[in-house]
């Protein structure tokens, strides 16, 4: 721009009457806020959607109806927001949609149960069985299909909902009363946190995780396939014909399941390897490295068109890493999405799955009266 044109310009803009510029205007950041709404009603009660947001915009959607996460929108690297788990629009898709647990918590014992049997206190429980021979994800009617109850609140980590579900003494075939409370947070570092407190009146087993699919591409149709993964696992447990465990901490190096490096998961997923076979692509345990009880971050994933990183952090000792294989497109999500094979994955932190019956996992046992607790994050940014 030459002299004349600047001229030209201070001309115009005088003669069309606009103010002067403004000095000094200070941006505020906005600020974190949490807001609700109807989504809709379930067997005559109306569920809620609660929406954090924080400082950075980024914002996270969770309902009370299964304690289901449904949004997350975290920025790309070009600082667009989009939703990177799957979900619906409004709770019938989630009530209808009975088999993927789409961000839900699952309970009491998320995972499978070899049978739908356990001893505790040398006394055989028998569970619902609803995975062929198995029990899975709490079973017919799991924590993923309840009503929780839901309070607000603001902390200085973030806006927070915290839901509370009581499953009675015998529900699905579990012992004892337990009260599982289910903390969501958003944090002004892109957490979402996650935090999970457990009691019962008697000696009792749970394994409550959440369920979300991820795709950090913002957008299903593309799959998994690109994303790479790096997951601080050294052994993962293999499985029989049915998914349970066979009782082995085998050793991930020279398998499909080493991730100690960042590998590229579509080769992984479509591996020839008889546990690959099984799974009809990665449904599997992963034994996380550094000691439980700790957060820690233990699963690292990079999606490079939209630049997202998640970093998962869990005090639990295992994560399930399942790739969607069971998705079939039949599902129709979010505006209409056709929700593919593989269009996701999730990462189910967690005490091993039939850990009741295998003496050498982490054990799952709420003992009467005392409070368990454990934590997960997923963390967001964009490179
Ligand atoms: C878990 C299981 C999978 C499958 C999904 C839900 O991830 O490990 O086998 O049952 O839940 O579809």
Not at 231 to 237: E, N, P, Q, S, V
Not at 298 to 318: A, Y
């Amino acid at each position: 721009m030459n002299r004349n044109h600047v001229c030209a310009l201070a001309l115009l803009t005088m003669a069309c009457g606009a103010p002067p510029p403004t000095v000094d205007k200070k941006i505020e950041p906005p600020k974190p806020t949490l807001t609700k709404r109807a989504f809709g009603s379930v067997d005559g009660q109306t569920a809620t959607l609660y929406t954090l947001t924080n400082s950075r915009g980024m914002t996270a959607a969770v309902t009370d109806y299964g304690a289901t996460l449904v949004s997350i929108r975290a920025a790309n690297k070009a600082g667009q927001f989009e939703d990177v788990v799957l979900g619906f629009d409004n709770i019938e898709g989630f009530v209808k949609a009975v088999g993927p647990y789409f961000g839900s918590i699952v309970g009491r014992y998320g995972n499978r149960i070899a049978k739908g049997r356990f001893t505790l206190n040398g006394v055989t429980h028998k569970l619902a069985t609803n995975n062929g021979a198995n029990h899975l994800h709490g079973g017919l009617k799991g924590f993923d299909k309840m009503l929780w109850k839901a309070s607000e609140s603001e902390s200085p980590d973030g806006p927070a909902v915290t839901f509370e579900y009581v499953s009675k003494d015998g529900e699905e075939g579990y012992p004892g009363t337990l009260t599982s409370r289910v903390t969501y947070t958003l944090t002004p570092m892109n957490a979402l946190r996650i935090q999970y407190e457990m009691s019962s009146d008697k000696d009792t087993i749970a394994n409550l995780t959440n369920h979300a699919y991820f795709n950090l591409s913002g957008d299903p149709a593309r799959g998994v396939q690109d994303h790479e993964f790096e997951i601080r696992a050294d052994r993962y447990t293999p499985v029989d014909a049915g998914l349970i465990p066979t009782g082995e901490l085998a050793s991930v190096e020279g398998t499909p399941f080493d991730f100690r490096k960042p590998e590229r998961l579509g080769p992984r997923m479509n591996a020839q390897h008889p546990q690959i076979k099984i799974g009809n692509g990665i449904d599997h345990n992963f034994v996380l490295n550094s000691e439980a009880g700790t957060l820690r971050p233990v699963v690292i994933v990079r999606e490079p068109r939209s630049g997202r990183v998640m970093e998962v952090s869990t005090t639990e000792p295992g994560v399930q890493f399942y790739t969607g294989n069971f998705l079939d497109g039949t599902i129709k999500g979010r505006g209409g999405a056709a929700y593919q094979q593989r269009a996701a994955f999730c990462l189910e932190t967690q005490r091993f799955p039939d850990s009741p019956n295998q003496a050498k996992f982490p054990s799952a046992v709420v003992k009467a009266g005392e409070k368990r607790t454990s934590e997960t994050a997923f963390k967001f940014w964009a490179e």
